[in-house]
């Protein structure tokens, strides 16, 4: 349970840092569109990326673990498909993003001391 609140709550830093920080993301929305989209994206993350990781794993294997970020991609402009106010506008402004989440998700998963 801890976890998935921790998700949800990446995500939704993930989304208005996005907004303010990447040139081409864009999200128009109100507290309830932002806590509805962070789920739907915490849902896509759960269901689709081990799947995807477990066909692609040799790509991955391949490429010492960069081809998570294009399933990472993926999963993002999976997320943007559906309307509920993000947009993201080109491959640079998808890719940024999803550093980005990548790296507030790492930020908020490490172990506190």
């Given amino acids: 349970m801890k976890n998935l609140l921790l998700n949800l709550l990446a ?22 569109l932002l806590l509805e989209g962070s789920f739907i994206l915490m849902l896509i993350n759960s269901l689709l990326k081990p799947i995807l990781k477990a066909i692609l794993f040799p ?24 309307p509920l106010g993000v947009q993201i506008e080109g491959i640079i402004a998808l890719l940024n993003a999803t550093l980005l989440f990548s790296v507030i998700n790492f930020a908020l998963h490490l172990p506190v001391l």
């Fill in 11 to 32: 995500n939704m830093f993930g989304i208005l840092i996005a907004r303010h920080f990447v040139p081409g993301f864009s999200f128009q929305g109100d507290i309830l």
């Fill in 59 to 82: 790509f991955i294997l391949l490429s010492l673990g960069l081809f998570t970020i294009a399933i990472n991609m993926l999963l993002l402009w999976i997320f943007t498909q559906i």
